[in-house]
C-alpha cells in the first residue's frame, strides 16, 4: 500500500492497526443508516443499523413519519413472519433495497444524539432479547413502511428483521471474513420498496 501524502484527513494510522474484535467495532466502520428504537408488544430495544448494501435513499425515503414527515425514532414490529422476502428483494429495482446491521446501540457515546426517550409503558431491554424471540420463532419481524402513512401514491416499503440464520448471514461475509465469527447478537435488517 503506497504511503499517502498528509494531505489525507480520513484516516489516522491507529485505526489502520487496531484490529476489529466485536460485531459492534465492525459496524461502526459502516455508515449508520438508523437509530431508535424497535418495538415489540410492550417492549422496546434501543436499535441502531449500518447500512451493508443498498441504497441510502431508500432509507431516508421510508424511515419517516409521514404525518409529521420527521424521522422516525420507533418502529414497531408486526407479527413476525418468514417469507417470499427474497423473491422481493430479487424482483425489486437494484436500488429499491437497503441491507443494514443492526447492534444494540449504546445509550451513551458517540452516535446516541438522535436515540428517543421511551414512551411511558414501554419496557426497554437489551437487542438480544428479540433476537433470541426471533430466533426461537423461526421468524423475522416485519415492519411496514412508512409509519402514518396515508394510502397515497408515495412509494411503500417493508422492512423485515432477521435474527442469524443463513439467509442473514450470506450479507455478513466481509464481516465474518474480518472478524472470523461473530459471538455477538444481531440482526440483518432488509428494507424493500414497492415496486409501482
Not at 414497531?76 to 430479487?90: H, S
Not at 429495482?93 to 443492526?102: E, F, K, Q, R, T
Not at 442473514?168 to 474480518?178: G, H, I, P, V
Request: hydrophobic residues 35%; proline residues 6%; aromatic residues 6%.
Amino acid at each position: 500500500k503506497k504511503k499517502s501524502n498528509s494531505s489525507w484527513p480520513l484516516e489516522e494510522p491507529k485505526h489502520e492497526t487496531k484490529k476489529l474484535k466485536t460485531l459492534s467495532e465492525y459496524a461502526q466502520t459502516l455508515q449508520l443508516g438508523w437509530n431508535g428504537l424497535l418495538v415489540l408488544k410492550n417492549s422496546c430495544f434501543p436499535t441502531s443499523m449500518h447500512i451493508l448494501e443498498g441504497d441510502q435513499g431508500v432509507i431516508s425515503g421510508l424511515l419517516k413519519d409521514h404525518s409529521s414527515g420527521s424521522k422516525l425514532t420507533q418502529l414497531k414490529i408486526a407479527q413476525p413472519k418468514l417469507d417470499e422476502v427474497t423473491r422481493r428483494i430479487k424482483q425489486g429495482s437494484p436500488n429499491g433495497y437497503a441491507v443494514l446491521l443492526a447492534t444494540q446501540a449504546t445509550l451513551s457515546g458517540p452516535g446516541t444524539e438522535g436515540m428517543p426517550t421511551v414512551e411511558p409503558g414501554l419496557q426497554r431491554r437489551l437487542l438480544w432479547n428479540l433476537v433470541s424471540y426471533l430466533k426461537q420463532k423461526q421468524a423475522a419481524g416485519v415492519i411496514s413502511l412508512p409509519v402514518g402513512r396515508s394510502k397515497g401514491r408515495d412509494s411503500t416499503g417493508m422492512l423485515y428483521a432477521f435474527p442469524p440464520c443463513d439467509f442473514s448471514q450470506q450479507y455478513l461475509q466481509s464481516a465474518l471474513r474480518t472478524l472470523g465469527k461473530l459471538e455477538e447478537e444481531h440482526m440483518v435488517i432488509v428494507i424493500v420498496t414497492d415496486s409501482a
